[in-house]
């Protein structure tokens, strides 16, 4: 149907019906009675096609879709957002990456090809985002747009809109983490990066566009990765914006602030140390750690890697967050050559270790000891060894009554600590050890820093006992507060709250369940076996893998009994019931089963 054609002659018509002596003006009114006059409007209603809106998941009840390591088939909704009109917001907008130049080589990924991607994370002032992945590329498509809330801290300022002098005082960065997922599902941490977006308080628009160097990790934290533009928008734009030369000032107020403080640290730990080595000259081969490199290369005291972290009602215990401190899996930081078979050392920040879902021990045991401090517990990072004189981290809890509780971050095994007595009587009956730690240099958590000073510091030998100063040689508070403290300086990294998962468990567990049942079914047939599925028997052991889980977070074992009782009744007469359970942290079908085939 012809619409634009149809009304040009209707307007022709109505000019020239009204072309009189006393001819008026037309009206919107009189051309849309003219309009529908002729039936044009109902013509045009009828063509028009309305799509019906997507409901979500929220109405419909239906689980949302597992995330996918590959790029999405589907056209994502965009989701409307309220805005708050009398709240102040940022719009960070990534229009594109470029110059990533460790994958100029690869090929274009053909549709629906399974291939590598970027995930882009981000966090600000307790809010966390996550980028859609998209195909690894030397220019990648990164294209996101993220609506970061900037309000007031104070209490009662909850409601005003914050001003330009205000927000110039919130040195919080946007902490931006860009993760590489390969087709195993294999992540890997490309840059870890603090962008400063006060910039947009100077443009007269209210926005601003730049382009941010992303640069390498570890003992690539001097390489670019890569350039992303980033384009900073605030809404609603500012009545009054600032000069540079105050945004300018302000950052170079905050940076010798941070400078001083950091120097003023590092007087006095070098003094602490030296009256540590007087105490004992052995001192100097112990594993006492003051300072830790990030994934940046930027030497923090290690005290600032641990905060109060409350999950609020994302984990319900203690032993729920050591299980899922547990689930995050274990990976060295990835040293470039042989290295000697030493340990490339590397602590990364909350927001990078949590993004790319797997660290070294040092990772996971800042990650428990803040949990457990937030559950409310006298929680510590031990630093010292385990068999064989491996350099370890665990977790130590001090209970009212002074009992000693280890606890393994990697694993979530706990081991209650009973000294020995060295000068007991020969005869006197002493503690096995049970935990697989051989020697503690130093003690930590996010305001205390405690370095073992007792003769020996076997930790079958160790006696906990803080206060007593002749064991435990302690760093001022006053010091590591100044340093290490929320807010104290503008060097350290914003807290990163924990989010809900993303991802639903019952249709990722179906599919998986299916992708292994195909894997088991092709493996079998070319052995030249036929597989037949016992739907029943099947449902069975989901009360069995419960049980499993349920072990693993509450250290109690319960429903044996009735699972046993139900495979009897189901197995068949002269036939045999075999199975163990093996635990994997990561969901890839193939590599699954390739460990059940070894």
Known sequence: MDIHGKIREVLAETVRDDQGPAHRSLSEADFLRALQRRGIIDDVMKDLHFTQEVATDAETGSPSKPAT??????????????????????????????????????????????????????????????????????????????????????????????????????????????????????????????????????????KTCFAVELMGVGSECKVPAGVLTVSLELYPPLTETLGTDIISTQQSLERQRTAEKERLFLVYAKQWWREFLEIRPSHQ????????????????????????????????????????????????????GGGGGGKQEQWCTLMAFLCRGKGDCEDHATLLCSLLLGFGLDAYVCVGTKAKGMPHTWVLTRGTDGSITFWESLTAHRYLHHAIDPDAPPLAPQPKPSSPYRTVGCV??????????????????????????????????????????????????????????????????????????????????????????????????????????????????????????????????????KGFPIHFLHRNARRAFATCLR
């Open 444 to 577: 930590f958590n996010h305001q205390t820093f405690l370095a073992n000073c007792q003769p020996s510091d076997a930790v079958e030998l160790c006696v906990f006992d803080f206060q007593n100063q002749s064991r435990w040689k302690a760093m001022s508070e006053e010091a590591l507060r100044s340093v290490c403290a929320p807010g104290s300086t503008t060097s350290l990294p914003p807290l990163p709250p924990l989010c809900a998962p993303s991802l639903d468990p019952a249709a990722a567990s179906n599919q998986l369940e299916l992708e292994m049942r195909y894997l088991v079914s092709e493996h079998r047939k070319d052995l030249e076996l036929a597989t037949v599925w016992d739907d029943h028997l099947s449902y069975l052991l989901s009360s069995a893998l419960s049980a499993y889980e349920l072990e693993r977070c509450t250290g109690v074992s319960c429903g044996n009994e009735e699972f046993q009782d139900a495979v009897r009744r189901a197995v068949p007469d002269g036939h045999t019931f």
């Open 69 to 206: 390591h590959f790029v999405d088939k589907n056209i994502t909704q965009l989701e409307k957002t309220n805005i708050d009109p009398s709240r102040r917001y940022l719009y960070l907008q990534v229009l594109g990456g470029k110059a990533f130049l460790e994958h100029l080589q690869e090929p274009e990924p053909l549709p629906g090809q399974v291939c590598s991607t970027f995930t882009l994370y981000l966090h600000f002032r307790n809010q966390r985002f996550r980028s859609k992945p998209v195909p690894c590329a030397c220019d990648p498509d990164l294209k996101e747009g993220f609506l970061l809330e900037i309000h007031r801290d104070g209490i009662g300022d909850g409601s005003k809109m914050a001003d330009a002098t205000t927000m110039l005082s919130m040195c919080d960065p946007a902490h931006l983490v860009l993760i590489k997922t390969d087709t195993s599902s294999e992540t890997t941490l490309v840059s870890s990066c603090f962008l400063d977006w006060r910039t947009v308080l100077s443009s007269p628009s209210g």
């Open 285 to 336: 081969s112990k594993m006492v750690k003051i300072f830790a490199q990030d994934e940046n290369g930027v030497n923090r005291p290690v005290c600032s890697y641990v905060h109060v972290l409350r999950a609020g009602r994302l984990l319900e215990s203690p032993r729920q967050g050591a299980r899922f401190v547990s689930l995050l899996a274990h990976e060295r930081a990835p040293v470039v």
